[in-house]
């Protein structure tokens, strides 16, 4: 039983490093900088590059260049610099860019508090760049999921080609905790799927659309593999709407389809993406639900709440983006009331609460009804506030 | 086997430019191509990073990779597409109004002396979006945004990355017969280059100003720092710079876990709470994270958060750490069981503990802070009366180990290990070098609390 006494800074690096990340750039910011600090420290070990780029939007900018080199990327901000990176985001989007991004929360709006903890990204960095194309995001609730959920992160970015967010907070980056070794998750992380070498052409130097369409998508929710430049094909990465071979067009049917594909290869395979740890109580009818840092305090609350003989269920939800919606039913399954708890006004609560409406539309059964738990002054949600607020809605 | 190829006879591919005409970008895009014609490289290997504007549309009229993006952000890509793979050889088609908007990337470029090539297509205003000024529209020049004449100074970007570290720098016209030959050097160059290349916007500013190729060249031949070849000079390209400096870093351990197996008991059978605050830039955070690696050591497990403000040495901080016999999932603190209160700056964000601690909690403070209230067990750390030195960046570890020999909460030789294996030497030899000090200022206390 032997255990580190670590922080999820170092946990997320870790995370990478372990996943292939060979490539970093970034701005210091507060609370992020350690995983900066870090990566520029032991990328060089493993032959890697790290950069402190002159500002978020040269580092953004240098992963989406450096991973059409060849390099499997990660950069980090908090939320001014999730700002910064908004259009750059909607072009890892466009180019379909496997991409890592930390964001390492922090109370705003504007520049808030660099110091102070909140979760008040979360609608953001869904919705934060134009167009309103979907990315994923994943939020590990402890220092060991911070490990193990990076390397989903680097997963599922291959995977999907695209954007993926890891949502922290300045309590989950700088605290110390305590992990048993053998805890940690090796979440498995696939190779980069590129596009073979084309066969029977008479000079595979030129021509190249005639072998390769790096944007054909055959169905529409198909992911292309993904030709690197110095590979085998000559290769077209755009950021404006495109044909099939990656040439500008404003034709409505190709643009259409495109746009579609950049939706459905996400929103059609959730069940690839859904992550969460519900833990259920038979007979019990109140679901409390966090993620993050928050979820912690809800897990101390539920451990007391049934030691003192109440039956209460809760889920973490590890996944926030796409909505997990199959494991939202499944919470909500049967259950009266809900507690949502997070450091900001009811973000995620209105995805929940819009689950529980289209269930109870569907099952023609009563909605539950769902409250919040909310600061946003930067003090934690304690543990004796779920107990507190669940006693004062108790009849 | 590779067979032969044939020369190369175009990087061009059939699809027409579609400028207006007169316009000076189907000139240039001429040359690049006959620059590379002589440069006779793989087009795999060869990449055309566009910016936006007119000249953004550029790269689709090449065989070679491409890459389209952001406006201003052209400089930013390619540096990751080099460092990623730097045998690849990559260039940058970007306007006068990239360059605006994207300044800070180009200079941040030429000072790390990136190995991309960089073509500035300088027609003095923006031509898709209808002609407004830019960063080099001339002084008095009319645009759609300066029907006054432009009041502000054109920036001469050739100067500013030739004052910055740019590796090779010209600047000249697109009617220039020798630009290809300029071409060829700037992408054979090993670091930064840039060709600051004026030519006609007939859209907009050739109609606007009554301008034309001999006004142009006239100009050219009048500006300040010059024009022809305004810079060489040779110092490590950036991407060699880097892969060299990890080859050296290469096979040393990656981030290694730095377990602490179990070694001592300690007698804790419930949840402690320990809050240490003090001043910012007084090691409290590493002092307290001592707690938690003696704790762990003791077969414990252990938390710490640390509150602190922005600034850096002033201020207050304030760690408040968990030991438990159990696993801890949340890291926050209702109420300490132990609060060592060591600097004034710190009195605010501690003194709601104060009313809600019990007498079995203790509460270690030096005389300053004496006279503050509380049910707790108060222990004064009186350096003076024991004689013994306080050092401000010692006070945090010293009050600490006072409070583990005073109450017997972890073992102390639990404590010396802590010491030894998270600090550096140099660090662990001070700080277990106060210990004496501290055996004196326990020694003085009442031995009815402890």
Same mark, same amino acid.
């Given at each position: 039983m032997t255990r580190e006494y670590i922080d999820g800074a170092t946990a997320i690096a870790r995370g990478a490093l372990d996943a292939g990340c060979n490539f970093y750039a970034g701005y210091p910011i507060t609370p992020a900088t350690p995983i900066l600090l870090h990566m520029a420290r032991e990328l060089p070990k493993v032959g890697g590059i790290a950069v402190e780029a002159e500002d978020e939007i040269a580092g953004i900018g240098m992963c989406i260049g450096s991973v059409m080199g060849g390099a499997r990327a990660m950069t980090a901000t908090s939320g001014p610099g999730i700002s910064l990176y908004s259009e750059n985001i909607g072009l890892a989007i466009m180019g379909e860019t496997p991409l890592v991004i930390i964001d390492v929360q922090r109370m705003g709006p504007a520049t808030g508090g660099a110091t102070t903890s909140a979760q008040g990204d979360i609608q953001f960095i869904r919705w934060g760049t134009s167009g309103g194309y979907p990315i994923i995001a994943l939020a590990p609730s402890s220092v060991a999921e911070c490990y193990s959920l990076t390397r989903k992160a680097f997963d599922l970015a291959e995977r999907f080609?695209?954007?993926?967010?890891?949502?922290?907070?300045?309590?989950?980056?700088?605290?110390?905790?305590?992990?048993?070794?053998?805890?940690?998750?090796?979440?498995?992380?696939?190779?980069?799927?590129?596009?073979?070498?084309?066969?029977?052409?008479?000079?595979?130097?030129?021509?190249?659309?005639?072998?390769?369409?790096?944007?054909?998508?055959?169905?529409?929710?198909?992911?292309?593999?993904?030709?690197?430049?110095?590979?085998?094909?000559?290769?077209?990465?755009?950021?404006?709407?495109?044909?099939?071979?990656?040439?500008?067009?404003?034709?409505?049917?190709?643009?259409?389809?495109?746009?579609?594909?950049?939706?459905?290869?996400?929103?059609q395979h959730n069940d690839e993406i859904e992550m969460g740890r519900l833990d259920r109580q038979d007979g019990a009818d109140t679901l409390f639900i966090a993620y993050g840092t928050t979820a912690r305090a809800m897990e101390e609350a539920l451990s007391t709440a049934r030691a003192e003989g109440?039956?209460?269920?809760?889920?973490?939800?590890?996944?926030?983006?796409?909505?997990?919606?199959?494991?939202?039913?499944?919470?909500?399954?049967?259950?009266?009331?809900?507690?949502?708890?997070?450091?900001?006004?009811?973000?995620?609560?209105?995805?929940?609460?819009?689950?529980?409406?289209?269930?109870?539309?569907?099952?023609?059964?009563?909605?539950?009804?769902?409250?919040?738990?909310?600061?946003?002054?930067?003090?934690?949600?304690?543990?004796?506030?779920?107990?507190?607020?669940?006693?004062?809605?108790?009849? | 086997m590779t067979t032969p190829l044939k020369p190369i006879?175009?990087?061009?591919?059939e699809r027409k430019y579609p400028f207006c005409p007169g316009c000076g970008h189907g000139i240039i895009l001429d040359k690049l191509n006959e620059a590379l014609k002589r440069l006779q490289f793989d087009p795999h290997k060869t990449v055309i990073v566009s910016d936006i504007g007119c000249v953004g549309l550029s790269d689709q009229y090449f065989a @070679?990779?491409? #890459?389209?993006? $952001?406006?201003?952000?052209?400089?930013?890509? +390619?540096?990751?597409?080099?460092?990623?793979?730097p045998e690849l050889n990559v260039i940058v088609l970007m306007g006068d109004g990239g360059v605006g908007i994207g300044g800070h990337h180009v200079l941040n470029a030429a000072r790390r002396n990136i190995g991309i090539t960089v073509l500035v297509?300088?027609?003095?205003?923006?031509?898709?979006?209808?002609?407004?000024?830019?960063?080099?529209?001339?002084?008095?020049?009319?645009?759609a945004t300066t029907p006054q004449g432009n009041p502000e100074q054109p920036l001469d970007i050739a100067a500013t990355v030739t004052n910055n570290g740019a590796s090779y720098v010209w600047r000249g016209s697109a009617f220039d017969k020798t630009l290809p030959d300029?071409?060829?050097?700037?992408?054979? @160059?090993?670091? #930064?280059?840039? $060709?600051?290349?004026?030519?006609?916007?007939? +859209?907009?500013?050739?109609?606007?100003?009554?301008?034309?190729?001999?006004?142009?060249?006239?100009?050219?031949?009048?500006?300040?720092?010059?024009?022809?070849?305004?810079?060489?000079?040779?110092?490590?390209?950036?991407?060699?710079?880097?892969?060299?400096?990890?080859?050296?870093?290469?096979?040393?351990?990656?981030?290694?876990?730095?377990?602490?197996?179990?070694?001592?008991?300690?007698?804790?059978?419930?949840?402690?709470?320990?809050?240490?605050?003090?001043?910012?830039?007084?090691?409290?955070r590493s002092a307290a994270r001592l707690i938690g690696v003696a704790g762990v050591l003791s077969g414990l497990w252990a938390t710490q958060r640390d509150d602190y403000p922005t600034t850096v040495k002033s201020g207050h901080s304030v760690s408040e750490v968990i030991l438990s016999p159990g696993e801890i999932r949340f890291t926050g603190i209702e109420r300490p069981d132990v609060l060592i209160l060591l600097a004034p700056e710190a009195v605010r964000k501690v003194a709601h503990y104060l009313p809600q601690m019990t007498a079995d909690a203790w509460f270690f403070v030096t005389p300053e802070f004496a006279h503050l209230e509380t049910s707790a067990k108060k222990v004064i750390l009186d350096a003076k009366a024991a004689g013994v030195r306080w050092p401000k960046l010692s006070a945090g570890f010293m009050a600490i180990a006072a409070m583990l020999l005073h109450t017997g909460l972890l073992p102390m030789e639990a404590f010396v290990e802590a010491v030894k294996t998270t600090q550096r030497p140099a660090i662990a030899e001070k700080?277990?070098?106060?210990?004496?000090?501290?055996?004196?200022?326990?020694?003085?206390?009442?031995?009815?609390?402890?």
């Open positions: 080609r695209c954007p993926v967010f890891l949502v922290v907070d300045k309590e989950m980056i700088s605290s110390l905790a305590t992990v048993e070794l053998m805890t940690y998750e090796e979440v498995p992380v696939r190779e980069r799927n590129i596009a073979p070498p084309a066969r029977g052409t008479r000079d595979p130097r030129w021509r190249p659309e005639e072998t390769y369409l790096p944007y054909s998508f055959e169905p529409v929710d198909a992911v292309q593999p993904l030709a690197q430049f110095g590979g085998p094909h000559i290769v077209r990465f755009t950021t404006s709407s495109h044909d099939e071979h990656g040439f500008l067009t404003k034709d409505a049917t190709k643009v259409g389809r495109l746009n579609r594909h950049l939706d459905s290869k996400i929103s109440h039956r209460v269920s809760a889920l973490v939800v590890q996944s926030l983006w796409p909505v997990p919606e199959r494991l939202l039913n499944e919470a909500l399954r049967g259950v009266r009331r809900v507690i949502v708890a997070e450091q900001n006004l009811g973000q995620y609560r209105r995805e929940i609460e819009l689950v529980a409406l289209r269930n109870a539309v569907r099952n023609e059964t009563p909605p539950p009804s769902i409250e919040g738990l909310n600061r946003i002054g930067g003090e934690q949600i304690m543990p004796e506030e779920f107990l507190a607020q669940w006693e004062g809605g108790v009849a | 006879e175009s990087y061009r591919n @070679t990779n491409a #890459f389209h993006g $952001l406006h201003g952000r052209s400089v930013t890509y +390619a540096t990751g597409i080099k460092l990623a793979n297509f300088n027609n003095m205003n923006f031509g898709m979006t209808g002609g407004e000024h830019s960063v080099t529209t001339p002084n008095g020049a009319h645009t300029h071409l060829v050097e700037a992408i054979q @160059t090993d670091g #930064f280059a840039l $060709l600051d290349i004026w030519e006609l916007c007939t +859209a907009y500013f050739v109609p606007n100003n009554d301008f034309n190729k001999r006004l142009l060249e006239g100009m050219l031949s009048q500006v300040k720092s010059g024009s022809g070849v305004l810079h060489r000079a040779e110092r490590p390209e950036y991407a060699q710079a880097l892969y060299q400096f990890a080859a050296k870093q290469a096979g040393k351990p990656v981030l290694p876990h730095k377990p602490l197996p179990q070694k001592f008991a300690a007698a804790v059978d419930r949840k402690m709470h320990v809050v240490v605050a003090g001043a910012a830039g007084g090691k409290v700080n277990l070098a106060t210990l004496t000090d501290v055996e004196k200022l326990v020694a003085l206390l009442p031995k009815d609390n402890a």
